[in-house]
Nanobody
Framework: QVQLVESGGGFVQAGGSLRLSCEASGLTFRRYAMGWFRQAPGKEREFVATINSSGGGTYYGDSVKGRFTISRDNAKSTVYLQMSSLKPDDTAVYYC????????????????WGQGTQVTVSS
């Protein structure tokens, strides 16, 4: 059974930083590209960042480019999202996801999802 478990969310003031983690089990982690998405109340789930299976390639959504960094540790089956210069607009539930395809920005191309972790940024 595949599980993706996010952690590291919380409450932070604008301009602050948080690091999200997502630990995977039940799959051969090094064979999967990983992604982070987010969903704010009343809005659709939005692409944030993706990383390829080796960690050598990354891609970011325009709204987070230059502020967020995705990385992975295949030995720990864990993907990270380092978030800096946080803004109130970054407030959302953040989801980790895995795809057997190459990196993708499309949520319907991801096979597995975590339960999400809440990030709240106050002004």
């Amino acid at each position: 059974q595949v599980q993706l478990v996010e952690s590291g969310g919380g409450f932070v003031q604008a301009g602050g930083s948080l690091r999200l983690s997502c630990e995977a089990s039940g799959l051969t982690f090094r064979r999967y590209a990983m992604g982070w998405f987010r969903q704010a109340p009343g809005k659709e789930r939005e692409f944030v960042a993706t990383i390829n299976s080796s960690g050598g390639g990354t891609y970011y959504g325009d709204s987070v480019k230059g502020r967020f960094t995705i990385s992975r540790d295949n030995a720990k089956s864990t993907v990270y999202l380092q978030m800096s210069s946080l803004k109130p607009d970054d407030t959302a539930v953040y989801y980790c996801s895995a795809t057997h395809r190459p990196m993708s920005v499309a949520k319907n191309e991801y096979d597995y999802w975590g339960q999400g972790t809440q990030v709240t940024v106050s002004s």
